[in-house]
């Protein structure tokens, strides 16, 4: 799923007062293409009044602009995250209060643009912008609320491994002040970090404890991070994660011998008197709070917790769903792919009920790479292989096309046991950094070649490295919304590219296009045990007893799903919601437009005005539609 650098919160409250955007380009189309308007005719556009409009849109732009180059300057390390070297020997201020800092800057910036610009004086993409702004405030106070029910350390999300994946994957060592700047923050570890763990333990006084189990993951990724030489009884043979990447840069650089020894010895006192001693205090302060951790799993226990649950699923899913709803609808989804497959068991002749060939997918070796560096390899090779086929075939489908390039990576040992299946990070936006889909290939068995090329196409192309780089990549928008986003969106659109290409021919092999019904299966499941785990009070063992019967998905998989939904309440929702609102829509074009209708335009209304939420996403193809009656 996804890095998503969010300079301001996305939002998902529709405000009523924008209602008139996609009812104003449909009567503006419409106008125009009149070639003999009669007296009831609406006037034909003032070419002046547009004019007018485009230029206070630029004003508005430039506002956006101004106020997301402030953004940056108070944060080192998204400026880091988009290719800036200014203030890069520096951490982000973790602490609460300059959370609140920043909620009250977004507030005033919302009341300013309120102030300055009246969205009717706005062309389409300002007025868009304007309203997007005010979804994203909205968001961001009903987030805010909450912002204590998160738990700062888990093994989706925390610092303990955000502060190495980021020094590894983000900070690029070019010279010497760039080594010099790594080594500062080094040193910084111990302010940054132990800002979080203050923040964890005033939550773990207020009730907000993550599960028990939960504890065993931070613990062993902390340790992972202060293993190994330089600190205490490491083989310079075998370096720690952070010393061996600073290294292995420092050693690509032109630099005398003296120099170089000179910034290892500074790296080597930065880990052994900063970081060492940061993570030491962080692993007594989660044993500390894991003895107090309890084994109930849901949010539901938290403070107010099923109000946060209800937030957390209209942020997720930018619907007014209610949890039973979603629920239900999981279980529909589940009953149509268990369908779909059944039909495929049968055409490859397995003799069996449905259940015994999940069994079979999941046990038999031809599904699975060896676990061995050289099955790894195999795996990279294969999957990058897919997405340079698919690459071809892109003209077939689309209009546009990112300009970025794209990697295929395993995710690092050191992260590798507690992080997700796969994930996707973006590009730099100056080029100097591709995206990059990231498979988890720390056990084998948990990813069957059967379902490779559909998490290829959902991690990278046509999936995320699509519309995650074309967005950043579009001119004349505002920078938050190219680098924002929504779940629904995005992750919606992930899943929607698995299924895009068996409609051009794709998944020739049966079991690969049961491998896509087995993705898709899965996504569904998530619907059921989120608001199972969260809302209905499942257990744990009762949650992933639940796929483990229902899905193909190796144990380990469902174990690690089910702790993933667990720490991150309401995500896993998305994907599914979001996939059949664009399959929804696309039909409705389709039949709306029949012949007038190309894939090529439907996905430039999806793509090429950034992420949105659903309901506007819902307007724009309305608006396309009255557009290509017209």
């Not at 009669?38 to 003032?46: F, Q």
């Not at 988009?82 to 800057?105: C, P, R, V």
């Not at 795996?379 to 077939?396: G, K, S, V």
């Amino acid at each position: 799923m996804h890095v998503n650098f969010q300079p301001y919160s996305a939002s998902l409250i529709e405000s009523p007062q924008m209602k008139f955007i996609s009812v104003f380009i449909a009567a503006l189309m419409l106008a125009t293409a009149c070639s003999s308007p009669t007296p009831e005719a609406p006037p034909p556009p003032d070419t002046t009044t547009q004019i007018d409009k485009q230029a206070e849109t630029a004003r508005l732009n430039g506002f956006f602009e101004e106020a997301f180059q402030a953004a940056i300057a108070r944060s080192p390390m998204q400026q880091t995250f988009l290719g800036i070297k200014t203030d890069y020997d520096k951490w982000d201020d973790a602490s609460d209060e300059n959370a609140l800092a920043e909620m009250n800057i977004q507030r005033d910036l919302v009341a300013r643009m309120r102030d300055e610009f009246d969205p009717v004086n706005l062309d389409r993409q300002g007025a868009l912008s304007f309203r997007l702004a005010e979804y994203e405030l909205e968001q961001a106070e009903r987030s805010f609320k909450y912002r204590s029910n998160a738990y700062l350390f888990n093994q989706m999300r925390g610092q303990h491994a955000g502060i190495p994946a980021f020094l590894i994957n983000q900070h690029r060592i070019s010279d010497l002040s760039d080594a010099e700047a790594y080594i500062a923050r080094l040193e910084g570890v111990p302010d940054y970090l132990g800002t979080f763990v203050e923040r964890s333990e005033t939550a773990s006084d207020n009730g907000v404890l993550a599960p028990r189990f939960v504890y065993d993951y931070v613990l062993e990724s902390a340790a992972n991070v202060i293993q190994g030489y330089p600190f205490e009884g490491g083989d310079p043979e075998n370096p720690s994660p952070l010393y061996e990447d600073f290294a292995k840069k420092v050693g690509a650089l032109e630099l005398d011998e003296d120099t170089q020894e000179d910034l290892l010895l500074r790296a080597r006192r930065a880990l052994i008197d900063a970081v060492s001693p940061a993570y030491v205090s962080l692993i007594e302060t989660i044993t500390e709070q894991r003895k107090a951790a309890g084994t109930e799993d849901g949010v539901w226990r938290l403070p107010d917790g099923p109000n946060y649950y209800a937030a957390r699923l209209e942020n997720m899913t930018t619907t007014d769903m209610s949890a039973s709803q979603i629920h239900d609808l999981g279980l529909a989804e589940m009953d149509r792919i268990h369908a779909e497959m059944t039909i495929i068991k049968d055409k490859v002749g397995f003799d069996g009920s449905l259940q015994d060939f999940f069994v079979f997918m999941r046990n038999d070796s031809q599904f699975y790479k060896p676990d061995t560096d050289e099955g790894r390899a195999e795996y990279l090779a294969e999957a990058t292989a897919f997405i340079d086929t698919m690459r071809e075939r892109l003209p077939d489908m689309f209009n546009t096309f990112p300009e970025a390039d794209l990697v295929v990576k395993a995710v690092e040992p050191f992260r590798e046991k507690a992080a997700g299946k796969a994930f996707y990070q973006r590009p730099a936006p100056d080029g100097s950094r591709p995206g990059t889909y990231y498979a988890n290939l720390y056990q084998m068995t948990s990813m069957p070649t059967y379902q490779m090329e559909a998490l290829a196409y959902h991690e990278g192309i046509p999936g995320h490295h699509m519309q995650i780089a074309i967005a950043q990549e579009l001119e004349g928008l505002p920078k938050f919304r190219k680098f924002g986003g929504y779940t629904a969106y995005s992750e919606g659109w992930g899943l929607y590219t698995e299924f895009l290409p068996k409609e051009l021919g794709f998944y020739e092999n049966p079991y690969s296009d049961f491998g896509r019904l087995a993705m898709e299966l899965w996504r569904a499941a998530r619907l059921v045990v989120d608001t199972g785990l969260h809302d209905k009070r499942w257990t744990r063992e009762q949650a992933t007893k639940y796929l483990i019967d229902n899905t193909p998905n190796a144990e380990w998989d469902c174990i690690k799903a089910i702790d993933r939904y667990i720490v991150m309440p309401g995500q896993a929702t998305a994907y599914k919601i979001g996939m059949l609102k664009i399959l929804e829509l696309r039909e409705r074009a389709k039949t709306a437009l029949g012949d007038a209708f190309t894939l090529g335009e439907f996905h430039d209304v999806f793509l090429r005005d950034g992420p949105i939420p659903l309901a506007i996403l819902e307007e724009k193809v309305d608006a396309w539609i009255a557009e290509k009656k017209a």
